[in-house]
């Protein structure tokens, strides 16, 4: 059997799986295209689940999915879902799944995405929220219309957009985080302190710098008690602590995984035959180290540059981008360009105590520029930063 009879086997049902079907047709290629995905719902978006489809009890699936059914029907891309691939196999070229089923391939592409993580010392009560699936969000929000107090543990990108939401939403948030910032390894301390003086002035109780220990209820969540000692009431909890890359099935299979499937520049992972994109995958950087990105911008750059390589074609010009990504709070958009360091020097344009614009500077040159609330600013610079302008001739 040849490679095109074998076909693509993508294993995930995100925006990274559909983008490489959607590519990988548009390359006119003409084998089989098989995507496997472990929910039962198409294919769908998730930067949504925190906010649109939290916040409005009448969103439904529908609302995110990236395709229509009849889009799979007419492109010829087979779908098997409410399934999972339970380990693979590169020598014969073949996965199982968790029905039993074994399925064989030409190439195969990982896009399995993240799993969120857990807090194992608590116990199971009603009330304990994670965020990754269009299921999750939908039991959040089934939960959040009956909930008078929230603690949000975590202030990343989810915890932000959750507390967000459910502030917006009337009820009462307490965001628990032990950085000393929101949004700290993204955008660094200076510029976390002013989202959270945002949420704050949204009514938002947060707390930096302190953990949680535990905890407590009789068969729902009533209480949670911090490392400091300070006991808050809560009826909903939301853990929003990151998460790690779904890449468990792949033990034994030979695949070499380091904080997600090691790839090259391109998506190979060095095992034949086999590739990997978006938040599951560490591409090689500019400097040949793995880097693992988990912004959904970054996944049509990474197909751009995969699927030639599967094919054997030349990538299309202009498929290393700049990196971005954005957080939708309250009103307001917080977006990032460029590779942001902690030890960058910040120079805060403007700031009215809601919106602000940031540049950064690393060395004299101009490595990304942070707004909230700044939409235009913000793009405007990708050039800039592309080219690795003097941070000087931008503050002229």
């Avoid at 988990?294 to 540059?305: G, T």
Wanted: glycine fraction near 12%; charged fraction near 20%; charge should be negative.
């Amino acid at each position: 059997m040849t490679d095109a009879e074998r076909g693509v086997l993508i294993i995930g049902g995100g925006l990274g799986a559909v983008r490489t079907a959607e590519q990988l047709r548009r390359a006119e290629f003409a084998g089989p295209i098989t995507i496997v995905s472990s929910e039962n719902h198409l294919p769908y978006d998730r930067p949504p689940l925190s906010k649109d489809v939290l916040r409005d009890a009448e969103k439904t699936i529908d609302a995110v999915v990236l395709k229509p059914r009849e889009f799979y029907d007419e492109k010829q891309i087979e779908l098997r879902l409410g399934v999972a691939v339970t380990a693979l196999d590169p020598a014969a070229r073949t996965v199982t799944l968790s029905d039993g089923s074994i399925l064989e391939y030409g190439e195969v592409v990982i896009a399995t995405g993240l799993v969120p993580r857990r807090i194992p010392s608590f116990p199971e009560l009603a009330g304990i929220h994670v965020l990754r699936t269009a299921d999750d969000s939908f039991a959040l929000r089934g939960d959040a219309e009956t909930a008078r107090r929230a603690v949000i543990i975590g202030a990343g990108f989810i915890g932000c957009e959750v507390a967000a939401t459910l502030r917006a939403n009337g009820v009462e948030v307490v965001l628990v985080e032990p950085q000393p910032a929101p949004l700290v390894a993204a955008i660094g301390q200076q510029l976390g302190d002013l989202v959270a003086r945002l949420h704050r002035s949204e009514g938002v109780d947060v707390r930096v710098g302190v953990g949680v220990d535990a905890v407590a209820g009789e068969g729902r969540v009533e209480s949670v008690i911090l490392s400091d000692g300070t006991q808050l009431d809560a009826d909903l909890v939301v853990l929003g602590i990151g998460s790690r890359p779904a890449t468990d099935w792949l033990d034994g299979s030979g695949v070499a995984v380091d904080n997600g499937v090691v790839c090259d520049a391109v998506g190979g992972t060095g095992t034949p035959h086999v590739w990997a994109l978006g938040d599951v995958a560490a591409w090689a950087d500019v400097d040949g180290r793995p880097n693992r990105v988990e912004h959904w911008s970054n996944v049509a750059d990474q197909v751009r540059a995969l699927v030639p390589a599967l094919l054997g074609q030349e990538p299309a010009a202009g498929t290393t981008a700049v990196p971005y990504f954005w957080s939708d709070q309250y009103d307001v958009k917080i977006q990032s360009l460029g590779h942001l360091g902690n030890s960058d020097t910040v120079h805060l344009i403007s700031d009215d105590g809601r919106k602000f614009l940031a540049y950064l500077e690393r060395d004299g040159v101009l490595t990304g520029v942070v707004g909230c609330g700044m939409a235009g600013p913000v793009m405007k610079m990708r050039a800039k930063i592309a080219a690795g302008t003097p941070i000087a001739e931008v503050l002229e």
